[in-house]
């Protein structure tokens, strides 16, 4: 019943709520909405079986812009509730929408346990490297040294790569994307939808109001192509204007390399083949950063297994069919028993 | 807190303090023992200033053949504070050491009692030469006691391996493994034992050694037994004389088969979100265990992920319902104020322990009353329900389930280790006599006019249930207050005020629809009401009891509805000219009643850990009437 018997076709209209969208102007949620509200309709599930499950935060106020089912939870919980939502009807498409501060801190625990168990759940990560709602305190994915309220010297803590800690956790979808990425984000929602899993989506996220253009090092258009490395299952991991870089194994480090093509020898060959279903590959990818490095974007690994919601019904079923449909008076009596006259 | 009566704690261990007098028989195999057994366990017990009687049991044949029922020796003793006259009509607890020795014991112990067993023991050969056909710790032979089965034998053996003694010999240390668990089961002193075994094996000091060691590993068992084992759980339960079918139950089983109870009356199906904790612990296993109803467990990362996915659940149009003890609720708070700003149905079920912070896990207590009714940030009011016995969990989980459906809230369900881990005697109840309240969740209009996500039945003021799923009632909801008519988000003062007072009303209205207060023992009207809640039951209704034998025009009153109370309650209280709430708490629901009615009491609390002693409330009620 997931799929859209209806035969009018929907529209991003049709996935919009009528409430007015309350982000500050520029904020690279606005491109997030609207992509996954032009996004939607291709997917073509009904809206009455889809829902947006977010914490708190600036991101967390999502579900109340689209048309569909939505809960806006406590800091931090989305995927714990999310998760219980799942259990209870595995029919429902569950989106779950969080940030960098929600889903890494005080609700790093719950991402942890919703990868590691693969509950079928599409997770958006915004990650701003910044607390917006709360004006601007530093967030565990900023950069050590981040000046922000509450660390006027500069933070002096280290970061956490969101992609590392998902791939870490046992996640076994993991992709990545920028903001203003209009053209891959839709295919980006529509393999993590179609992941029967914890699809776990990192979102870097312009907040033009506390942390401006942090990003800026490879979301920058003119230096697009030699800053960003889009990986694509089966093809060789290239970028450059020219597509003349490319990423090799270095046997001797046992890392990844930059090397440029017909330089030194280097041969097209040379470049390594995106496989998504390699979780070594998708560790070093992940760990790519500038400016020694492209960033890694796309579907960096995909390698599905049972979800956990699947197998919890399944269980459920094995047992039923194995003792039969439990009878509660049968139990109850079913004990040592003695009668009383 | 004037009029508050002293307690005094004593040494006893729990769960036994309300005996006025014990009977107990050690029966095992001739070889096994007993009588040495049954002369040190008297000595230890007169030393302890009892008085007592015993009736040692031999066997006629002098070599009798080991396992066979003709070898069973028994030892019994009868001990109390009173004057014991006799060796005692049945045994409260039986310790058999062999299928031969229950064979021939256990139709004399008394109807609910305690039956300690060596399972080591009950080989088949061992059931054979004692003429069982089937294995008696399988079939019905044990259902209306409370059997506490250890491997006895393999403790022993575990105990003593390092003075290595042949295998023979270090099985017949099991004996003095035995003593030390009944010593400590009824606070007696191992010195004198520890004494006597120095002196008999002074020429095998490794025996004597052994002996000790086995004599100190049993005692230390009971010592570090979970409430789950059953050990702690022996109490005297009053005599069930309504006709029908009984078994035994726990706390924990009855509140399991209640909650599947009353979400099958409901139509639901369970989500269960729980983390284990001592000792709400037993609730997650026993429906983990019932997956052929249909029930759905989730053994959560933490105690907030429990709460949450039981909220899921809940938001998906299942019964959510999370499990757990009071450092677990205090984790949960703010998840409660989500499932009460959203209106969502959840059984929150708190089996309390000591506290504060990680207290006593293992001990019991009813000092979560205010966390319960009070414990949230904001007006964030709940229904709170509490158990008073194992059996009444089951009406009690049902009661809740009504209520949380009904009423779109959260419910506060609250029992307590003693309740959770106790067995007592229980009638099974037939679904039948229990009327269904089936569940509608909200679909929309069939005239295709625009669907209303947010309509409230103003009569419950509960808003309506509708599933993610339902065409045409899409809608989101939050934990930010949302205006009254729209469901949207709105910071608007006076919906603010308006949304506050429907929560308070909405809770407040369910006094309505619960059953008036009764009086649970006596008149409605005297000289006192000893008013209780929770697991108190028991000693209040004893005490109550006895001091209405003594004349004294006094009524035992148990209250089921917390939150609201009965509306009932306020003017039943007046009748009475004292009132004295015993709580195993510094004055929780004393405050409580003296906040809502204005009302004068006597609080009478004990924090020990340990159940009050009949006696303790009986001293009580006579203090207050000037008897004493
Ligand atoms: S504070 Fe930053 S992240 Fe939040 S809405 Fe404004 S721009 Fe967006």
């Not at chain 2, 270090?170 to 009944?182: E, I, P, Q, Y």
């Not at chain 2, 009053?238 to 726990?250: D, F, Q």
């Not at chain 2, 969740?441 to 509708?466: C, I, Q, Y």
Request: include cysteine; charged fraction near 20%.
């Amino acid at each position: 019943m997931n799929e859209q018997s209806d035969i009018k076709k929907l529209t991003p209209k049709d996935f919009a709520s009528d409430q007015e969208v309350r982000w500050c102007p520029g904020c690279g949620d606005y491109a997030i909405l609207k992509c996954m509200q032009r996004t939607l309709p291709e997917i073509g599930t009904d809206p009455a079986n889809i829902v947006f499950v977010s914490g708190i935060g600036c991101s967390s106020r999502f579900p109340y812009y689209m048309s569909t089912y939505g809960f806006h939870t406590i800091h931090g919980r989305a995927p714990a509730i999310a998760t219980g939502l799942k259990l209870a009807n595995p029919d429902l498409d569950v989106w779950v929408v969080t940030g960098d501060g929600d889903g890494l801190s005080i609700g790093g625990n719950h991402m942890l346990h919703v990868l590691r168990r693969n509950v079928d759940l599409n997770i958006l990560l915004f990650n701003n490297e910044i607390y917006g709602l709360t004006k601007g305190q530093y967030s565990p994915t900023s950069k050590p040294g981040t000046v922000s309220p509450s660390t006027p010297y500069g933070s002096v803590e280290g970061s956490v790569s969101a992609c590392a800690f998902a791939l870490g956790s046992g996640g076994r979808f993991i992709a990545r994307i920028i903001d203003t990425d209009q053209k891959h984000m839709p295919d980006i929602f529509k393999r993590a939808h179609a992941n029967k899993g914890a699809s776990f989506v990192e979102i870097f996220q312009n907040c033009p109001i506390y942390n401006d253009k942090v990003f800026a090092d490879f979301t920058e258009k003119a230096t697009a192509a030699e800053t960003r490395l889009y990986c694509q299952h089966g093809e060789r991991l290239i970028f450059g204007k020219e597509s003349d870089k490319g990423i090799r194994l270095n046997i001797d480090t046992l890392g990844l390399e930059v090397v440029s093509i017909g330089e030194n020898g280097v041969k097209e060959d040379d470049i390594l083949i995106h496989d998504e279903t390699n979780r070594m590959l998708a560790h070093m990818l992940v760990a790519l950063e500038p400016p020694d490095f492209p960033v890694a974007l796309g579907v960096i690994y995909a390698d599905p297994a049972p979800s956990f919601d699947y197998s919890v019904h399944k269980q459920i079923e094995m047992v039923t069919a194995e003792r039969g449909k439990g009878d509660l008076g049968a139990l109850m009596r079913g004990g040592r028993t003695w009668t009383v006259n | 807190m004037s009029a508050t009566v002293a307690t005094k704690l004593t040494s006893e261990p729990p769960n036994f303090e309300e005996l006025e007098s014990a009977v107990v028989r050690f029966a095992g195999d001739s070889g096994d023992g007993m009588q040495m057994t049954g002369a040190q366990f008297t000595t230890s017990t007169a030393l302890a200033g009892a008085d007592l009687a015993t009736f040692p049991d031999f066997p006629a044949e002098i070599r009798a053949p080991a396992g066979t029922t003709f070898g069973v020796s028994a030892f019994q003793i009868n001990f109390g504070s009173g004057t014991v006259l006799t060796a005692g009509d049945e045994p409260d607890v039986l310790v058999t050491m062999n299928p031969a020795a229950l064979k021939m014991n256990i139709g004399e112990l008394r109807e609910g009692g305690m039956v300690v067993i060596d399972t080591g023991a009950f080989t088949p050969r061992n059931l054979q030469k004692a003429g069982f056909e089937t294995n008696p710790l399988e079939d019905d032979t044990l259902a209306r006691f409370q059997a506490i089965e250890l491997d006895i034998s393999a403790m022993t053996l575990e105990a003593v391996k390092s003075f290595g003694l042949s295998n023979k010999d270090a099985l017949r240390c099991k004996n003095m493994w035995t003593l030390g668990l009944m010593l400590w089961m009824f606070g007696r002193k191992r010195q004198t034992v520890i004494e006597w075994l120095t002196t008999k094996f002074e020429k095998h000091p490794e025996l004597a050694a052994a002996n000790i060691a086995a004599l100190n590993a049993g005692h230390a068992f009971g010592e570090t037994a979970e409430m789950s084992t059953g050990l702690k759980s022996y109490h005297i339960a009053p005599a069930k004389t309504e006709p029908g079918l009984y078994s035994t139950v726990t706390g924990s089983q009855a509140m399991s088969w209640g909650l599947v109870a009353g979400a099958q009356l409901a139509d639901l199906t369970i989500m269960l979100g729980s983390y284990p904790i001592t000792p709400a612990s037993p609730i997650l296993h026993q429906l983990s265990a019932m997956k052929e109803f249909g029930v759905i467990t989730f053994q959560a990362e933490d105690e907030i992920a429990a709460i949450c996915s039981a909220i899921g659940a809940s938001f998906a149009g299942l019964l959510g319902i999370t499990s757990s003890s009071g450092p677990g609720i205090a984790l949960k708070t703010e998840a409660m104020g989500l499932a009460i700003s959203t209106e969502l149905p959840l059984i929150i079920v708190n089996s309390q322990r000591g506290g504060p912070s990680t207290g006593l896990p293992t001990k019991t207590e009813q000092s979560d009353l205010y966390q319960a009714i009070y414990g949230r940030n904001g007006d964030a009011p709940l229904p709170v329900l509490s158990a008073a016995s194992p059996g009444d969990c089951f009406e009690t989980a049902i009661e809740a389930i009504r209520i949380a459906t009904k009423y779109m809230t959260p419910v506060m369900l609250l029992t307590d280790g003693y309740i959770a881990n106790a067995a007592e005697p229980w009638k099974i109840p037939d679904m039948a006599d229990f009327k269904p309240f089936p569940v509608q969740h909200a679909v929309a209009p069939e005239d295709g006019s625009e669907g209303k996500p947010f309509e409230r039945n103003m009569d419950t003021l509960a808003r309506v249930w509708v599933k993610p799923g339902t065409p045409g009632l899409e809608h989101r909801i939050g934990g930010l207050e949302r205006d009254f008519e729209t469901g949207h988000i709105s910071y608007d003062p006076e919906n603010h005020q308006k949304m506050t007072d429907l929560r308070h009303s909405k809770i407040a209205g369910i006094a309505r629809d619960i059953p008036a207060q009764e009086v649970t023992l006596g008149e409605d009207s005297g000289d006192v009401a000893v008013v209780g809640w929770g697991s108190t039951y028991g000693p209040i209704d004893l005490a109550v009891r006895r001091a209405r034998a003594d004349g004294i025009r006094v009524s035992h009153i148990h209250i089921r509805h917390l939150n609201p109370f009965p509306t009932n309650l306020e003017s039943l209280l007046a009748g009475f000219d004292q009132i004295l709430i015993p709580e195993m708490n510094m004055g929780q629901l004393y405050t409580v009643l003296k906040d809502r009615f204005q009302l004068k009491a006597t609080a009478m609390n004990k924090v020990s850990g340990q159940p009050f002693k009949i006696s303790e409330i009986h001293q009580a009620i006579n203090e207050l009437v000037g008897k004493a």
